[in-house]
């Protein structure tokens, strides 16, 4: 008997793409606006004077890094499913894993988890970015740029990983 090959949803985004190029239309400038609003109201809860200074200087190293920490956790999740491919007893345990963290991540706790590691993968690759891209702004010091980078990887984190593609 032949193994079935299932690729559910890895080839998704090549599609809506392909069907839907308008859908950069919306994630290009919802990321940049999420981003930037995010950084502008962490800059004002920290009272800090030269919002607009450090906004030029970082708005689109954020933006830039951010789409590159959504890829990585996105690598993650695809990658994982290379492994359903083993025969029996790892195989189809890790495809039912996969197809729920794909298809609805709330439906056992496997999935969820491994689509909750996804989420942190990229959330801490965006803490790390953001880190790295502050070292050229001077205007903020250690604190300020330590809340500024927790509080972006937190927010901007590609939680939309947790939206079910089918509910059932």
């Known amino acids: 008997m032949k193994k079935s090959i299932k690729l559910y949803n890895v080839l998704l985004p090549i599609w809506i793409l392909y069907f839907f190029p308008q859908v950069l239309l919306i994630t290009l400038p919802g990321n940049l ?3 930037c609003a995010v950084l502008l109201i962490t800059l004002a809860v920290l009272k800090h004077t030269e919002k607009k200074t450090v ?3 970082l708005w689109w190293k954020f933006w830039l890094l951010g789409f590159l ?3 990585i956790g996105a690598v993650f999740l695809f990658g994982f499913w290379y492994l359903s491919l083993l025969p029996e007893p790892v195989g189809p345990w890790v495809d039912q894993v996969v197809s729920d963290a794909f298809l609805n991540p709330f439906r056992t ?3 969820f988890l491994y ?3 996804g989420v942190a993968i990229a959330g801490v690759c965006i803490y790390f970015f953001d880190k790295r891209a502050m070292k050229s702004c001077p205007q903020l010091d250690k604190r300020q740029r330590h809340i500024v980078v927790l509080t972006m ?3 901007t984190a590609p939680w939309t990983f947790l939206i079910p593609l089918y509910i059932g």
Request: aromatic residues 6%; glycine residues 6%; proline residues 6%.
């Open 153 to 155: 990887a937190i927010v």
């Open 69 to 71: 920490a959504d890829f």
């Open 115 to 117: 689509t909750l590691a």
């Open 33 to 35: 606006l999420i981003d």
């Open 109 to 111: 706790l496997p999935g």
């Open 55 to 57: 906004l030029k200087k």
